[in-house]
């Protein structure tokens, strides 16, 4: 079946999956669950006929994946039919919740085809839901926005006898433009030494948990090794983790869009000056740190209707002088991201190699405190629909923690999810890593002026 179809190797975003498959035992690490419920009554059969359609228009469905020797290809299957689409209907959030959680941790057979589960749902609030867990090889979390928009886009249609909406960019293409592309490879080889140098710095970086300097110490004791810098985190055996979600409330929601709003800033770099600063905290004054921050890379119309992996990790290394005021950090990380996201197109693999020779670390190590993405989802992400959009717990992955922060449509209010391993930290320790990042922020958005150490000494308060 695959000599019927064109070939391609994997692309850049895409080697991240591959490289991290390499890091876990269980795949499902690399997996995207994720619903949206809508406060409507579907017509489930009408939105089967949907799917149907979507899996012709959304080619990053059709997308199959196989081992050649010791590397990865990849082909689009045609247009075909999924069959029928069970629905399940839920009394309890708790029921929902752990039925969604199972499914989640549940790996998806990639290598025989299956890149994506399809369910449909009513939900215990009234809703009707689709639930989709697919591989992040096959999709980012962009693109499961995009999915469900374009999906309900094509129920309209259906359900309304007008026309389908205009046809999405095919993922196809864009894979097409990274092989064999000796013009692209020159340019990110230039971008991947800016980027790296930046990265690098003038001395290396130090390793934060939400723990502190725990996790560093006891893998001191663990493996006899005093003078040890940058600890194992890149276990295969212990990758199992938790899934945390934390909201804040109301009033904190309201005055950080307020701030948001009134100063021109994105709460994206709101959100990651706090959490630096809750880790600087937590460790001893220590205000030069790295993270790895997931940037989109959808900047053209194209690419915004898209399908697919784009996104890539990219190395935020930010250092908070003591005097620098909240105001100013601000302003910093604006600059950091703009840096960054110019250089988004170099690939995770030649970072994380930099990473390794700059820091002189082995494979099982890391400087990176922390994966973080932001979600900007409004309430008009899809089409004006009241909606409810949910992560689950797909049970392991490959780093320490990953944050993922989004503004639920309805209430306004800011959620923060947290997935740790927890061979590394505990749940009461991403707690109180939480508050003291939302501290940080509620402090910093009531006196903007107000330097770095003045907020640190608050945070002991």
Avoid at 420 to 440: G, I, N, P
Wanted: glycine share 4%; net charge neutral; charged share 25%.
């Amino acid at each position: 079946m695959k000599q019927k179809h064109n070939v391609y190797r994997t692309i850049h975003s895409q080697q991240m999956v591959e490289y991290m498959w390499r890091y876990t035992l269980h795949m499902q690490a690399t997996q995207i669950p994720c619903a949206a419920v809508f406060f409507e009554d579907l017509d489930f059969s009408l939105l089967e006929e949907a799917v149907r359609i979507e899996i012709e228009r959304n080619d990053c469905l059709r997308l199959r994946v196989y081992r050649r020797g010791f590397g990865l290809r990849e082909y689009f299957t045609d247009p075909y039919d999924p069959g029928r689409i069970p629905v399940h209907s839920f009394v309890t959030k708790e029921a929902q919740t752990a039925f969604f959680d199972a499914d989640a941790a549940e790996k998806l057979d990639v290598f025989r085809g299956e890149t994506f589960r399809i369910l449909f749902f009513r939900s215990y609030n009234g809703g009707c839901g689709i639930y989709l867990n697919v591989s992040h090889m096959c999709m980012d979390a962009m693109a499961t926005a995009i999915f469900f928009r374009d999906l309900m886009a094509v129920y309209d249609a259906l359900r309304d006898g007008t026309a389908l909406p205009p046809p999405l960019a095919k993922y196809e293409d864009i894979i097409k433009n990274e092989q064999n592309n000796p013009a692209l490879e020159e340019r990110l080889a230039a971008a991947e030494r800016t980027l790296t140098d930046w990265m690098a710095g003038e001395k290396p970086t130090r390793f934060m948990m939400v723990n502190g300097q725990k996790t560093l110490e006891r893998h001191r004791r663990r493996f006899h090794l005093k003078n040890l810098r940058f600890p194992f985190v890149y276990m295969p055996l212990n990758d199992k983790t938790h899934f945390l979600k934390l909201p804040l409330t109301a009033e904190e929601s309201r005055r950080i869009a307020d701030f948001t709003a009134e100063n021109c800033v994105s709460p994206e770099w709101l959100f990651q000056l706090g959490f630096r600063l809750a880790f600087t905290s937590l460790s001893g004054g220590e205000n030069d740190m790295l993270f790895w921050v997931l940037c989109p890379r959808r900047r053209t119309v194209k690419e915004k209707r898209c399908g697919g992996t784009l996104a890539s990790p990219m190395p935020w290394r930010e250092i908070i002088p003591p005097e620098m005021t909240f105001a100013e950090a601000l302003r910093q990380h604006g600059e950091t991201q703009a840096f960054l996201f110019r250089h988004a197109d170099v690939p995770f693999t030649a970072v994380r190699s930099a990473e390794l020779k700059r820091f002189r670390m082995t494979l099982l190590q890391s400087a990176n405190s922390m994966m973080f993405s932001y979600l900007p989802f409004e309430k008009d992400t899809f089409g004006g629909r009241k909606y409810e959009y949910l992560g689950f717990n797909f049970g392991h992955y490959v780093m320490p923690l990953y944050t993922i922060t989004m503004r639920e449509p309805e209430s306004g209010c800011y959620v923060f999810s947290y997935i740790h391993r927890l061979w590394l930290s505990t749940d009461e320790e991403v707690e109180r890593f939480h508050a003291l990042a939302v501290k940080a922020i509620m402090t910093g958005l009531a006196a903007p002026e107000k330097t770095a150490a003045r907020i640190l000494e608050e945070l002991k308060c």
